[in-house]
């Protein structure tokens, strides 16, 4: 029979599979019909766009004109003008109305000053007449404004002084739309950036929750600066990209903001860093954590004490940066001439990454000034930083958490006694231990305790009979000698209580309860349940005296029991 069962079995199991098989299939047929579907029907579907891009938007690169002092010559857009900081340089062309509906122009500048004119008539100026406590840019900015209705046909200047030498005579691609096709032109375009960066805040903020649920330092450390990292440069690649501008106006405010998480990165990085053996024995990286945060003050002061602008101290930043790089790869070097095995090799691939799709946007930043943002590498090494090392990082902190907890079960095993729940000889004698050397002279109460008659209940009533007895004079104890006291199981039939701060008053009421209630509980049970017990105030003695005294005085007692038992016996 048995037989045939286990050959019935294998067959369901095969049975099973194929049905699972068969139900996988049928979804996959059913996804791929959908994709199709949708394919076929947007080919063959022909509809008004009703959208909210369905207003043009121009861009206006061809027919420009640059003038720089004396100098004058055709450009198209976008252009870099190479001139010095402050010097005025003009970009002109003559509009054209494309629709009815066109009424405004709008481009990207970059730290400069700017005036609009139409046929030399003053539209727009930004920058001019700003107000700062210290030394600052103007901030980088989309510009719009509206035109009149009759702008066709006339003359569209743009005059741009650039604050630094590198930014000055720029000029991005000029757009002629409508404030709603505009607006929505540049929504359009930082969408994807907007929504990256919004996974990778909500993420920062999931693993900063997450650490508090890890008790180990360096876990809680560690999934802790990795959620201020995302949440910081994920917050710094947004103002950058400057989709921030649809949500506020307030330029100089949003360019600080920007700089301030820009200086806290090398910081982040390091301290995450640190949280790892791999780097937090290393000497440089621990020294380079400190220049980071003294480079971090050295910006602040300069800033305040109008020396120099955020701006002008990018490049301390992005030396940091280059130093944590050159600090990994000596370590990886370092350990690769000695043979030893990296370790943490999932954070070195994550941060070589990141360091990798920076560096493109650092080239960037220095040799394309024309660029409107140049943080797009930055932000996909970003996500393979954040998300692989995020990933890991929980991976491995749950193992350890997973660890600590077995551990510490396996601890609590090892000094609590099965039977009873109490603790065990290992826990009392590291507690003697404790006062062997942390306590002299000032000992606690010691008392011990012993179940008489257990060798006669386990031979009269088997053994179960006896754990019981043990299991409730154990319960007795725990409930009138428990916390804050300390009740032991220290033998087979032996407990022993410690108890600090406790008078001999106290004591002594706790001793009468406890007896009141295994004279209740004798009452309750075929075979006889007592015990004998004796205790002593611990002093200049010692404790290791005390418990011999103690147990001497337990001794008598139980010798006088047992005299008290055998004369009532003979009667």
């Known amino acids: ?102 009424n405004m122009i709008m481009f990207h500048s970059s730290h400069q000053r700017i005036k609009i004119y139409l046929d030399e008539e003053l539209l727009y100026t930004f920058g001019y007449g700003q107000s700062t406590p210290v030394r600052a840019s103007v901030g ?21 002084r650039g604050v630094y030498d590198s930014y000055s005579g720029n000029q991005e691609t000029v757009y002629l739309g409508t404030k709603t096709s505009l607006v929505f032109m540049v929504a359009k375009q930082k969408m994807v950036s907007l929504l990256v960066n919004l996974f990778l805040f909500i993420m920062g903020v999931l693993l900063i929750i997450s650490s508090f649920f890890f008790k180990a330092a360096h876990t809680e450390g560690r999934i802790r600066y990795l959620g201020i990292f995302a949440i910081v440069t994920s917050t710094w690649i947004l103002l950058k990209s400057g989709v921030g501008q649809i949500f506020t106006g307030n330029i100089l405010m949003s360019m600080n903001i920007l700089y301030l998480l820009f200086g806290l990165m090398p910081i982040l990085t390091i301290s995450f860093l640190l949280t790892f053996d791999s780097f937090s024995k290393n000497t440089f990286m621990r020294g380079l954590y400190w220049f980071s945060v003294g480079s971090y003050f050295a910006m602040q002061f300069l800033q305040l004490a109008d020396v120099m602008d955020y701006t002008q101290m990018v490049s301390l930043n992005h030396i940091n940066f280059l130093l944590i790089v050159i600090g990994m790869a000596g370590i990886c070097i370092r350990k690769k001439i000695k043979g030893e095995k990296i370790q943490d090799i999932s954070v070195f691939v994550a941060c070589f990454t990141f360091a990798g799709f920076g560096a493109v946007d650092i080239y960037r930043f220095y040799f394309e000034k024309t660029m409107q943002s ?49 603790p065990n000889r290992t826990a009392f004698e590291n507690r003697m231990e ?45 409930r009138h000698f ?50 004998a017990y004796g205790y002593v105030k611990s002093g200049e003695e010692g404790i290791d005296k005390a418990f011999i005294y103690a147990d001497k005085k337990m001794y008598a007692c139980k010798m006088q029991m047992k005299q008290e038992l055998a004369k009532e016996k003979s009667w």
């Open 1 to 102: 029979m048995r037989k045939l069962q286990n050959r019935k079995e294998p067959a369901e199991e095969l049975k099973e599979k194929s049905k699972e098989r068969l139900r996988v299939f049928a979804l996959y047929l059913i996804l791929v019909m959908v994709i199709v579907l949708l394919f076929w029907m947007n080919g063959e579907t022909a509809a008004n766009n009703i959208g909210f891009d369905n207003e043009n938007v121009y861009i206006l690169n061809e027919g420009w004109t640059m003038v720089r002092g004396q100098e004058t010559q055709p450009v198209t857009l976008p252009v870099d003008g190479s001139s010095a900081a402050g010097e005025a340089v003009s970009y002109t062309k003559i509009l054209e109305k494309q629709d009815s509906y066109c």
């Open 434 to 478: 404790y006062y062997r050397t942390e306590c002299l002279g000032q000992g606690p109460m010691v008392m011990i305790v012993d179940l008489n008659g257990l060798k006669e209940i386990n031979d009269t009533y088997g053994h179960k009979a006896g754990d019981l007895a043990i299991i409730r004079i154990a319960q007795l104890l725990d």
């Open 140 to 160: 980088s900015a989309w510009q719009y404004t509206r035109l009149p209705e009759d702008w066709d046909g006339k003359e569209l200047r743009i005059e741009t």
């Open 482 to 531: 428990g916390q804050p006291l300390r009740t032991y199981r220290i033998g087979g039939d032996e407990f022993c209580v410690l108890a600090e701060g406790e008078t001999e008053e106290t004591f002594g009421q706790r001793i009468r309860h406890f007896l009141g209630e295994v004279e209740e509980a004798d009452k309750e049970y075929a075979f006889s349940f007592s015990a």
């Open 374 to 422: 140049n943080v797009g590498f930055t932000q996909a090494g970003l996500i393979c930083f954040v998300c692989s090392l995020g990933y890991s990082v929980v991976k491995q902190s749950s193992e350890e958490q997973t660890q600590m907890i077995e551990n510490k079960t396996l601890k609590k095993i090892a000094y609590m006694d099965i039977l009873t729940k109490l």
